[in-house]
């Protein structure tokens, strides 16, 4: 399940770093890539039986951690998803609830490693060089995923005709668009330090008149909201939604979608383009 973990997240690390910034510390996407090398390398551990007692109690150690994060999460910003397989929670969601037991259940596991008696190990060697390989594989797809990406996001909105229509429908259930009009629709976090450096750059797509109307989308979170509204001052329509709605529209924030004649026409990730380069 370390194992698990570890390479989902490494496979888009950049999501993973991106939901770590809802937690309102923008350094906590700095650990993103430690973490899913930590993960890397207890699962290893544990699956090789290297130092059965030290590698429990370093897993269970690493649970607890991650565990009291997610529950301030839980309290402080009502975050109900815990990112533990990164881009593949999207397809699984559970309560927060779920989380804490599916954490203690582990820890009970690691009970009879944790009552091991020590004995000598056995091809030290062959599993050193197993762990540093795994390590290194992850490190090295999570430094793939880890860029400034001005491309598309993996499983891009506008990837092929069906995920455009089928992400239309789903913005459709927030927001009534007319087929008739033009519209840049900004989906961001309140408390997102890369969605807040893009904001400006939306706001002149309204201010120049590029399109009919800008309309944000942003994940619940009151508290943020408030400081976002005052520092900010947002000019354009914001509309709220469950951080569980977002995550079946994308799993990548900030995002910003031009839509026209009621359907995606392309999408840009990462920090949104300004208008004014298009001016002469």
Same mark, same amino acid.
């Given at each position: 399940?370390?194992?698990?973990?570890?390479?989902?997240?490494? !496979?888009?690390?950049?999501?993973?770093?991106?939901?770590?910034?809802?937690?309102?510390?923008? !350094?906590?996407?700095?650990?993103?890539?430690?973490?899913?090398?930590?993960?890397?390398?207890?699962?290893?551990?544990?699956?090789?039986?290297?130092?059965?007692?030290?590698?429990?109690? =370093?897993?269970?150690?690493?649970?607890?951690?991650?565990?009291?994060?997610?529950?301030?999460?839980?309290?402080?910003?009502?975050?109900?998803?815990?990112?533990?397989?990164?881009? %593949?929670?999207?397809?699984?969601?559970?309560?927060? !609830?779920?989380?804490?037991?599916?954490?203690?259940?582990?820890?009970?596991?690691?009970?009879?490693?944790?009552?091991?008696?020590?004995?000598?190990?056995?091809?030290? !060697?062959?599993?050193?060089?197993?762990?540093?390989?795994?390590?290194? $594989? =992850?490190?090295?797809?999570?430094?793939? =995923?880890?860029?400034?990406?001005?491309? %598309?996001?993996?499983?891009?909105?506008?990837?092929?005709?069906?995920?455009?229509?089928?992400?239309?429908?789903?913005?459709?259930?927030?927001?009534?668009?007319?087929?008739?009009?033009?519209?840049?629709?900004?989906?961001?976090?309140?408390?997102?330090?890369?969605?807040?450096?893009?904001?400006?750059?939306?706001?002149?797509?309204?201010?120049?008149? =590029?399109?009919?109307?800008?309309?944000?989308?942003?994940?619940?979170?009151?508290?943020?909201?408030?400081?976002?509204?005052?520092?900010?001052?947002?000019?354009?329509?914001?509309?709220?939604?469950?951080?569980?709605?977002?995550?079946?529209?994308?799993?990548?924030?900030? $995002?910003?979608?031009?839509?026209?004649?009621?359907?995606?026409?392309?999408?840009?990730?990462?920090?949104?383009?300004?208008?004014?380069?298009?001016?002469?």
């Amino acid at each position: 399940m370390f194992l698990l973990s570890a390479f989902a997240k490494a !496979w888009d690390a950049e999501a993973f770093a991106d939901m770590l910034l809802l937690y309102g510390q923008p !350094w906590f996407s700095i650990g993103a890539p430690l973490v899913i090398c930590v993960e890397a390398v207890l699962g290893t551990a544990l699956l090789l039986r290297v130092q059965p007692r030290y590698s429990a109690l =370093a897993a269970d150690i690493f649970l607890i951690s991650v565990s009291v994060v997610f529950a301030y999460g839980v309290v402080a910003k009502g975050i109900h998803d815990c990112g533990c397989f990164g881009a %593949l929670s999207r397809y699984y969601t559970s309560s927060p !609830w779920m989380t804490f037991v599916r954490n203690a259940v582990f820890g009970l596991i690691s009970i009879p490693a944790l009552m091991e008696q020590p004995k000598s190990e056995t091809y030290v !060697w062959q599993k050193l060089t197993l762990g540093v390989c795994i390590a290194a $594989i =992850a490190s090295f797809i999570c430094g793939l =995923a880890m860029r400034d990406s001005f491309e %598309l996001p993996k499983q891009s909105l506008v990837e092929n005709e069906e995920d455009r229509a089928q992400t239309m429908e789903k913005l459709k259930a927030v927001y009534p668009f007319d087929a008739d009009s033009s519209y840049v629709v900004y989906l961001f976090s309140f408390s997102c330090a890369y969605c807040q450096n893009s904001f400006a750059n939306v706001q002149q797509y309204q201010q120049f008149h =590029a399109v009919d109307k800008v309309v944000g989308i942003a994940v619940e979170d009151e508290e943020a909201k408030e400081r976002f509204y005052r520092i900010y001052q947002p000019r354009i329509e914001i509309r709220t939604i469950p951080q569980k709605q977002m995550m079946n529209i994308t799993n990548v924030l900030p $995002i910003g979608l031009l839509i026209m004649g009621d359907s995606i026409r392309n999408a840009e990730s990462g920090m949104i383009t300004s208008p004014g380069i298009f001016i002469k």
